[in-house]
Each structure stands twice: as structure tokens, then as C-alpha cells.
């Protein structure tokens, strides 16, 4: 039997779980100062900082020796012009940090009411993010806000959190403030926390970490297979995703959403395929824009490669390496998708060279 990573859940759910209470709040309260635009052009807001201030303040605490991959720096911080910016953060962090939930995992993940960090503690728990990830040994990687872009327009985002261990996932924990808990009801209730470790399943949550459901990818017919795709055009593209589904006599149109949530959606049968393919040369994708919705995905059930049917290789660092893009979906729907993408991608090889 595999370990099941049981304090590694508990601890990753509660520092999800504080996160994600940290990053509704900021929502209503965001003022223009507190976004930064970082040098590929991307946004971060107080909020990506500060959720990842504190995911690192629990991990550093419960697992003093494991380093972190996180996508967030205190550069932009520590000098004269992030001064506001900074003092936003610690306040936010700490009224986190120091919340009363009354579940018992306060004092000793130093959390609750007194346990205040000073503005020094908590840029440095920002940085230790900065890992560099490698082949080897144990690793957490953190995406404090996946989907930035969704979070700023009050759409889909996900605080996302993953365990690495010797190059493979074994527990992804994903946050999703804004998702329906239930997608038959999209006007009902939202908020939910997926699960998935290795060997062990898929289960989504409540938002306070209760009521576990597992998850199962359903088989879709053909005629009900549909994509869950980028929001953004700059991420993935649109016109090779409808080119596959073409060729897959694919009816439903595409639900276009922002993050992780896509896998989640996919991991409970809300859409049938995740594409994500390069729109341009030379973005690599990041290790925690994927590691904790391949594990979910994989114990849903499903499967996981790039486009060329191979794996995804969290050994690398902190890209996934040269980019072949990302299939996943459930294993039947996976091998028609996996050929028909091929084929989209031979159209296009043969449409350049004829140019
Ligand atoms: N050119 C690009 N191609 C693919 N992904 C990109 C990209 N530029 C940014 N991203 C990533 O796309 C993520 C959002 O994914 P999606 O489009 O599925 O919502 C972003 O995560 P953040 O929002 O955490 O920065 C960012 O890491
Ligand atoms: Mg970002
Ligand atoms: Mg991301
Ligand atoms: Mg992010």
C-alpha cells in the first residue's frame, strides 16, 4: 500500500483552506496600487503575495526541511516603491495567520489568535518559494493564485498546492473559492477544496475541509465529449482546441474557464477533455500551473501527457521543459484525443510547409 501522506494532507488542506479565505476577502477590497504588473507582463496582486506569505509561514512550520517551488518573489517588496504594498500583505497575512477557526491545528502550526509575523518573516516566507526544483528529494509547489486573470474579474481561480516527491505528485490540494459546489446548480452554492493523492483517490471537499465526496471521470459518449479550455488566447490556443474537436465530431462547445479549476471540473465529469496547446514560441509551462491537477486527474481515473503522449516531467526545475502542451482527460476520451491531435498537428506541420 502506498503512503497515504496524512499530516502532509491535513497540514496542505488547512493552508489551503486559509489561503483561499485570505483571497475572498481581498477580492471586494482590491485597490489599483495593489496590483503589479511583473516583467512577462502577467499581474500579481496582494493577494497572490499574500496567500503564498502565508501557505509558505504553515509549510515552514510543519515541514521545516521541505523546500518550496512557488511561483511568487519578495523582490518587487523589499525595495522603497513596494512599501505599500509590503504593509497591505503583512496586514492581510496576519489577520489570515492569525484567524480563530477552532479546528485544532492552531498552536501547533503556530496559528491563531497572537501568532502575528513580523513584515521581515513574512517576505521571507515568500521566498521560500524560490527553490529550484530537481529530480530528487521531497518538494512543495505553490501557485498562491492560479489564474490571476480569472481573480481580478471575479471568475474562476485556484489556490493550488502540490507535494512532490522524487520527480513524482503525490498530493495535490486545490482551493477554488469561486467554483459551484455542485455544476447542475451554477447559481447555488460555491466554494470548494479538491483532494487527490496518490494511490488513494480523488475527493472534492467542502470549503472547511469537510464532507468528502470522491471523484470519478465519467466515459462520455462522443456525442457529450466537450473541452474545458484557457480563458485567455495568449495561454492556449483556441483555433488548434476547435480544429481537434472537429475532427472529433465534438457538438458542445467549449467551457472556457480561468486555472486549475479546469481539472477539478474535469476530475468531477463537469467536461470531458483539458487541451492546452503553445500559442507562440518559447513559453514553458510551470510546474505549478500542473502538478496539483495531474494528481487529481490521474486518481480520478484519468490521464495526463503532453501532446506527444508522454508524461509530464516535474524533475526538470521549475518549468515542465520544452512546451508539447497538455492533453488530459478520461482514458478512453484521452486516446481519441491524443490522435486526433496528432493529426491537427501534422495539418498544421504541412500547412506551414506549404507556405
Ligand atoms: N504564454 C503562456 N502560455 C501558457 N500559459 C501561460 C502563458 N502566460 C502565462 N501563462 C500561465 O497561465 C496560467 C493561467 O492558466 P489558464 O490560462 O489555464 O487560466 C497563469 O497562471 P497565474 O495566473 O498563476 O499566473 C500563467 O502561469
Ligand atoms: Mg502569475
Ligand atoms: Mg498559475
Ligand atoms: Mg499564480
Redesign the pocket.
Known sequence: MSLNFAAEEQVAVAAVRRACMLTSSVFNKLVKNETLVKGDK?PVTAGDFAAQAVVNTILGRAFPDDPIVG?EDANDLRVESGATLKNRIVELANETLTAELGIGEMAEWGLGPGQSRTADELLDAIDRGTYEGGRTGRMWTL?P??????FLRGEQYAVCLALIVDAKVQLGVMGCPNLPVDASNPDGPRGCIFVGIRGHGSKQLTMSGSDPRPLKIPTFADEELNFLE???A???SHSFNDRVAQLLGIKRAPIRM??QA?YCCLARGDGGVYLRM??GVG?K??IW?HASGSVLVEEAGGVITDSRGEPLDFGLGRTLGENYGVIAAGKAAHVKVLAAVKQAKEEEAKSKGNL
Open positions: 502577467s511561483e501557485d493564485i492560479d489564474g490571476t486573470k480569472g484557457s480563458v485567455e495568449a495561454h492556449s480561468d486555472s479546469k503553445p500559442t513559453y509551462e510551470k500551473d
